[in-house]
C-alpha cells in the first residue's frame, strides 16, 4: 500500500516535471522568436546576446527540472520516458 502511494507520488511528480519542461520550452522559444522579430534591446544588450541568455536560462531550467523523482538523475533531454533509463522506476 506504502510503496503504491510512493509510486503514484513519484508518477505526479513526473507529470508536473513534464508540464514545467513544455512550460520551459515554449516561453524560450516565445521569447526568442520576439526578439528575432523586433530585434529588441534591453539595457544596450542586444538581441542575439539576449537570445544567448534566453537558451542559458533554458538550459539550465532543464538541468534543474528533467529529472527522475526517484534518484534525481538526469533523464534524457527531448525523451518523454515511460521508466527511468537510471533506476527502473515508473514515471508514467
Ligand atoms: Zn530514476
Known amino acids: 500500500m506504502a510503496d ?13 516535471r513534464l508540464r514545467q519542461q513544455y512550460a520551459i520550452g ?8 520576439c526578439l528575432a522579430i523586433t530585434s529588441t534591446t534591453l539595457f544596450g544588450v ?3 546576446a539576449l537570445a544567448l541568455l534566453v ?8 538541468l534543474w527540472n528533467w529529472r527522475c523523482p526517484a534518484c534525481n538523475r538526469l533523464l534524457r533531454i527531448g525523451s518523454k520516458p515511460v521508466v527511468c533509463p537510471h533506476c ?3 514515471l508514467r
Open 4 to 16: 503504491e502511494e510512493h509510486l503514484r507520488q513519484i508518477i505526479r511528480s513526473f507529470r508536473r
Open 26 to 33: 515554449l516561453t524560450g522559444l516565445a521569447a526568442i522568436l
Open 46 to 48: 542586444s538581441a542575439p
Open 55 to 62: 537558451l542559458l536560462l533554458m538550459a539550465a531550467l532543464t
Open 88 to 90: 527502473g522506476t515508473q
